[in-house]
């Protein structure tokens, strides 16, 4: 297929799977006689599965470090790849985690604060109460 029937099937501009293709996450690329590209059926597959895992936090990097060649499958590195993945969700998770517990503080040391204390002292007793954290 041309790179215009897959843009309207995968449902990304043209220039989005030029660039891909660049990168190297699209291969198997061939040219018509006039220049035009020309995709194999596995292009659509390939652009969904891009877009999938950088849905799940993937880089493009990590992406092409992850795609096996043509042909090639590294199953023990695919999921030692995933896996690592899934372990810097987990640090990101509980580093929200703590951040949104700090911010729950502050917003609690703040409805604590008596009507009419200058904002000045609040604001010195909620960094005190971050500084804590």
Do not use: W
């Not at 499958?73 to 990101?92: F, P």
């Not at 009507?115 to 007793?125: A, L």
């Amino acid at each position: 297929m041309n790179i215009g029937e897959l843009a309207k099937q995968s449902g990304l501009a043209a220039s989005r799977i030029r660039f891909y293709e660049a990168q190297g996450l699209i291969s198997q690329v061939g040219r018509q006689a006039n220049g035009y590209r020309r995709y194999g059926p596995d292009a659509l597959q390939t652009l969904q599965l891009i877009q999938s895992a950088q849905q799940a936090g993937f880089t493009l990097q990590e992406l092409k470090a992850l795609m096996p060649a043509p042909g090639e499958y590294k199953r023990d590195e695919l999921i030692e790849g995933l896996e690592r993945k899934v372990a810097q969700i987990e640090v990101m998770q509980a580093q929200l985690e703590h951040s949104k517990a700090q911010l729950l503080g502050v917003i609690e040391a703040v409805r604590a604060q008596p009507e009419g204390v200058p904002c000045s002292m609040g604001q010195e007793r909620v960094l005190a109460s971050i500084k804590q954290s």
